[in-house]
């Protein structure tokens, strides 16, 4: 097996760099989109709801329908 290469200061300075600066964005990035995410959640649970009562009225309204005493 071959002995592992010296790999350059320099080199190794600009990987953990990147790794750092990579780490950095993504946190920024992360705390960019958490309050967009949640108000989208917010928002389609209030559109939940609104559609499961539609539904549910509209369920009612049908069983009210099959129990008229005129049928």
């Known amino acids: 097996m071959v002995p592992p290469v010296q790999v350059s200061p320099l080199i190794k300075l600009g990987r ?3 790794l ?3 780490v950095a964005y993504g946190a920024k990035r992360y ?3 958490k309050p967009r995410a949640e108000e989208e959640r917010r928002v389609a649970a209030e559109e939940k709801k609104k559609q499961d009562e539609l539904k549910r009225i509209e369920r009612e309204r049908a069983e009210a329908q099959d129990d008229s005493i005129l049928k």
């Open 20 to 22: 750092v600066l990579g």
């Open 16 to 18: 953990y760099s990147a």
């Open 31 to 33: 705390s960019y989109l």
